[in-house]
């Protein structure tokens, strides 16, 4: 995703892209979308309507569904026993859909919900 500010209505804020879709400023609604197609533009954090947090899981599918700022969206693997190609060492996929993703703030020295070693090595060891 990618941020970027606009004007609208005479005033700056904050939206971002999803692809070829546009997505209004959190608290915007969908006032944004005047200036775009109406099949193209979606409110902040699409059906979710907000912001999804640590630990959460997230449809990567949902359009303008975002992960709150500071978090990225991870496959949330889970350790086997078992070595499978593309994954690493020890790690593989978990079993829910390939599109359900979790929302991590890896990187950031602690190892919280969602985390594992697997997903985020840099906070769990």
Do not use: H
């Amino acid at each position: 995703m990618v941020w970027f500010f606009i004007g609208c209505f005479g005033r700056a804020e904050v939206a971002y892209t999803d692809g070829v879709y546009e997505c209004c400023a959190e608290g915007e609604g969908e006032e944004c979308c005047s200036r775009s197609e109406d099949d193209l533009c979606f409110e902040y954090g699409g059906l979710y309507g907000e912001c999804i947090d640590q630990g959460q899981e997230i449809e990567g599918k949902v359009i303008c569904g975002i992960c709150c700022p500071g978090m990225t969206a991870a496959e949330p693997m889970v350790e086997t026993e078992e070595q499978i190609d593309g994954y690493p060492e020890g790690c593989g996929p978990s079993e829910t859909p390939p599109s359900l993703l979790v929302c991590i703030a890896c990187g950031d020295g602690l190892c919280r919900e969602g985390e594992n070693r697997c997903n985020c090595p840099e906070d769990c060891s």
